[in-house]
């Protein structure tokens, strides 16, 4: 039994059900999740028409004739839902076929063994967590002008100015959008740099990308209060600043779905509304599981799918490998696009000692279909000193293409060696993943020494 049918749970539910076990996924929405539904999908459908409406910008520079007229959000919510729709269809289809037992309503764990949901009680020899997340507000009140991402994802005007508050990948992915849309974007970051949880090297680039994109940030800066009138928002920092804009939006990450669902009351721990499990995400409390972004960690769909299809396998006694959290690919699709995979250079330093960890970086200037582009950006390999590739980094337009090697050389420990002669195609993006191992193994070619 699943309670929860986002990236996890429905992927726990499909491997089950291959696996031969009779399966009942409980939800109180749409089979999908907020990644399908208010999260990654409908997200990238903006990202897309924004890139779009950049290349009309562009166009004339390259000796394509056109102008940028505007956003008629009515038609690209339409393009934006189609999209999501199709999925959602495609996904049920797969749910039915498969023979899982679809519960529609919100379930709660009342015994170690049983949910209650629509008012019966229902049993299972095991039952998965998979609950998800919500939207974090830090208190404030939600209003037509102060919103979240699940408001930015259906609004049917193009703001004319937003505050961000955040510059994780929630925020800088809508500061794309919105300054692509022709808004005037101001992001308020609390700590040091703008990603804070990617390579400084990638962070520092984002940052020069947005200046030149005109999209003004503020880090190391604290959020006071924030107040509305008919103008609009005034938000206050701490620093006794203010900012004035149309809307703000709050992009300071995602909470734990997990309150007043029974866990805690049925013996399971919760820290600040993570489900805490062992490295096989067992809870410790019967044959109960959990999954997804109620798991601490990275709240990647990616990272719900594979947790879902590890737990199938564990229920089934396939004895799966334990997901190595350093594995998990990340992407932030913003203009311009940041994929990364394992250590950054001062984790790595942190691990191995700064005098025992080795970087190569290769520049995009330097590969021809970023010249194409017109992107900017680099490749960033880290290595334990005369041992593995711990860290994939990048930065530049349709990275997030090129990580999947990246993952490999990280997950598989491989050495620069390993990789050095493999091919990469002329002429593509791929090729600088290829330049920046090359550096690294000593045999640099489109690259000063």
Known sequence: MILGAGSGGYACALRSAQLGMKVALIEGDKVG??????????????????EVADEMREGPSIGVKGTFEGIDMGALNTYKNGVVEKMFK?????????????????????????????????????????????????????????????????????????????????????????????ADVTIIEGLDHL???????????LERSFRKRKIAFKTKTMF??????????????????????????????????????????????????????????????????????????????????LQGLFVADEIAGNNPAVVNEDNIPKVTFSNPEIASVGLSQKKAEEKFGKDNVETSTFNL??????????????????????????????????????VGEGMLMVAWESYPEDFDGLIHAHPTQNESVGEAILALAGKPLHTHN
């Open 365 to 402: 200037a330097g590969n021809g279909k970023s010249q194409m582009l017109g992107t900017t950006g680099f490749v960033k390999l880290v290595r334990e000193k005369d041992g593995p590739i711990v860290g994939f980094h990048s930065i530049g337009a349709r990275m997030g293409e090129q």
């Open 90 to 182: 495609g996904l049920t289809g797969l749910v039915n076929a498969a023979g899982i037992d679809t519960i529609a309503g919100w379930g709660r764990l009342v015994a170690k063994d049983t949910v209650e949901v629509n008012g019966e009680r229902i049993k299972g020899k095991n039952i998965v967590l998979a609950t998800g997340s919500y939207s974090k507000t830090i208190g404030q009140t939600i209003t037509d002008r102060v919103i979240t991402s699940d408001k930015a994802l259906t609004m049917d005007v193009v703001p004319s100015s937003v505050i961000v508050l955040g510059g994780g990948v929630i925020g800088c992915e809508f500061a794309s959008v919105w300054n692509s849309y022709g």
């Open 33 to 50: 999740g907020t990644c399908l539904h208010r999260g990654c999908i409908p997200t990238k459908a903006l990202l897309h028409a924004a």
């Open 195 to 205: 990603v804070p949880n990617e390579d400084e090297d990638v962070s520092k680039m």
């Open 224 to 305: 006071d209060r924030v107040e509305e009138d008919e103008s609009g928002v005034h938000v206050f920092t701490q620093d006794g600043k203010q900012y004035d804009a149309e809307y703000l939006l709050i992009a300071i990450g995602r909470g734990p779905s997990t309150a007043n669902l029974g866990y805690e009351e049925q013996g399971i721990t919760i820290d600040r509304g993570f489900v805490i499990t062992n490295e096989r995400l067992h809870t410790g409390v019967g044959n109960i599981y959990a999954v997804g972004d109620i798991v601490p960690g990275v709240q990647l769909a990616h990272r719900g799918f």
